[in-house]
């Protein structure tokens, strides 16, 4: 299955500056895998040592939150679109 | 314990501070400082470590002061005149200083939000009759200060941007007030200053004030180990836009916290202090710990910008349960 994937303006450094790239899995967990074969480094932003979601860390499935569906066990349909959210908007204090 | 507490003094005067006032401006700044001593059990004996509770502004954070600072230059210099609206962008905490005293002098203010703040901030500033701009969540601050300037650039006549990150008198409100209140608060004996970088505007003009009272203190920044982080409030410096107002040579030194040391730390200061705070308070926590414990005496200040309340509904509290587990399976291991 190959989705469209938004990236993050802090991790397009990983992704040659790219605002979207597409990548396949049958899951979302199966997704960064191969984000992470094509693009090193970026899993380790996303999942903790435990290889859970790190918790600032929002993943959305065609605008739905994966905490609420099944994780990274959330299933990915061909043509469904992606979105990696940091949960936090920086830049106050 | 409780009974040294004098909770309702029945004798004496009553308690010494502004009982009554004719704004809430006149609320702002002189926040109390609380002493660390839950947190702290593994530093020497002769350590001392500090909060300043910024939550304790009237509009819940330390941005009352520098955004009442730059209004109160702006009116002064002729800058803002009473046809203007108040137009900046800011991730909540600034945003809701300038929608407060926006309401109090009778200014419409618009802000530049990225969207994904918290659901509490962007209540609060409609409460106080603010207009608010998302920009996308994927952007960030960074997103929120482009379409700000974007909108200023359509009709430069129509506002009055404060322009915290870029702003003077930013920094010069915590020169004016933060320092000060520092240096008699803790009676002169303050050996580290350790405060999140955002703006810079707490580091950069607390740290001026203290470095003239003396020279040795040391002024710490904090900011988030990776461009890619959790901690609200706070920016990487080296993959942001730099702030104006910033220079990083005023600082001593700088420690990076993960999001993970942060939040664990806003759990611990909830239970563990009976302070609930936000995550770039957690943050500041962490590096003031570790600034201590290297010392063997000397007097560790930070700040906590705001109170956790704004945060319940974010991903702050996602590991809170794991936290707990952890805790519980800890004490039982203790017990066992």
């Known amino acids: 299955m190959s989705a469209q994937v938004r990236i993050p303006t802090p991790l397009r450094r990983f992704t040659g500056g790219a605002e979207a790239i597409s990548a396949d899995g049958a899951t979302v967990g199966a997704?960064?895998?191969?984000?992470?074969?094509?693009?090193?480094?970026?899993?380790?932003?996303?999942?903790?040592e435990a290889g859970e979601v790190r918790r600032f860390v929002?993943?959305?499935?065609?605008?739905?939150?994966?905490?609420f569906i099944n994780n990274l066990d959330t299933p990915v349909n061909e043509g469904d679109e992606v979105s990696i959210v940091p949960a936090i908007a920086g830049g106050s204090g | 314990m409780l009974d040294t507490f004098a909770l309702f003094p029945t004798e004496g005067p009553p308690p010494a501070g502004p009982l009554r006032v004719p704004s809430v401006l006149h609320l702002i700044g002189n926040t109390p400082l609380l002493e660390i001593t839950r947190?702290?059990?593994?530093?020497?004996?002769?350590?001392?470590?500090?909060?300043?509770?910024?939550?304790?502004?009237?509009?819940?954070?330390?941005?009352?002061?520098?955004a009442l600072c730059m209004i109160q230059k702006g009116i002064e210099n002729g800058a803002l005149t009473p046809d203007k609206i108040i137009l900046d962008s800011t991730s909540g905490n600034t945003g809701i200083a300038l929608a407060m005293i926006?309401?109090?002098?009778?200014?419409?203010?618009?802000?530049c939000i990225p969207a994904n703040v918290s659901i509490e901030r962007k209540k609060i500033i409609s409460a106080y009759g603010a207009k608010m701009i998302f920009s996308s969540p994927m952007d960030?601050?960074?997103?929120?200060?482009?379409?700000?300037?974007?909108?200023l650039q359509e009709h430069p006549e129509r506002y009055f941007k404060p322009d915290q990150y870029f702003n003077p008198h930013n920094s010069l409100a915590h020169y004016q007030t933060t320092g000060p209140e520092l240096w008699w608060q803790t009676k002169e004996q303050i050996t580290h200053f350790v405060a999140g970088m955002g703006t810079g505007g707490t580091l950069m003009g607390t740290g001026r004030y203290?470095?003239?009272?003396?020279?040795?203190?040391?002024?710490?920044?904090?900011?988030?180990?990776?461009?890619?982080?959790?901690?609200?409030?706070?920016?990487?410096?080296?993959?942001?836009?730099?702030?104006?107002?910033?220079?990083?040579?005023?600082?001593?030194?700088?420690?990076?916290?993960?999001?993970?040391?942060?939040y664990e730390t806003v759990y611990r200061l909830g239970r563990e202090e009976g302070v609930l705070v936000g995550q770039s308070s957690g943050a500041a926590m962490w590096a003031a710990l570790q600034v201590a414990r290297e010392i063997d005496?000397?007097?560790?200040?930070?700040?906590?910008?705001?109170?956790?309340?704004?945060y319940l509904s974010t991903n702050l509290w996602i590991g809170w349960k794991e936290y707990n587990q952890r805790q519980a399976n800890m004490r039982a291991e203790g017990a066992a």
Request: glycine share 10%.
């Open chain 2, 39 to 66: 947190l702290s059990t593994d530093i020497a004996p002769s350590v001392r470590v500090y909060a300043k509770l910024e939550g304790f502004n009237p509009g819940g954070s330390v941005k009352d002061r520098p």
């Open chain 2, 102 to 111: 926006g309401a109090v002098l009778g200014y419409p203010v618009e802000l």
């Open chain 1, 58 to 67: 929002n993943i959305f499935v065609n605008g739905e939150d994966i905490r």
């Open chain 2, 140 to 151: 960030g601050s960074d997103g929120a200060l482009e379409l700000c300037r974007e909108r």
């Open chain 2, 297 to 310: 005496q000397g007097t560790v200040v930070t700040l906590f910008p705001d109170f956790g309340d704004k």
């Open chain 2, 210 to 262: 203290l470095k003239e009272k003396n020279a040795d203190i040391q002024i710490v920044g904090v900011e988030p180990d990776d461009a890619f982080h959790g901690l609200e409030g706070l920016k990487h410096m080296d993959s942001s836009i730099v702030p104006g107002i910033y220079y990083e040579k005023q600082l001593d030194r700088k420690i990076s916290v993960s999001t993970e040391d942060a």
């Open chain 1, 31 to 48: 997704l960064v895998d191969h984000i992470e074969s094509n693009h090193p480094g970026i899993k380790e932003r996303l999942c903790d």
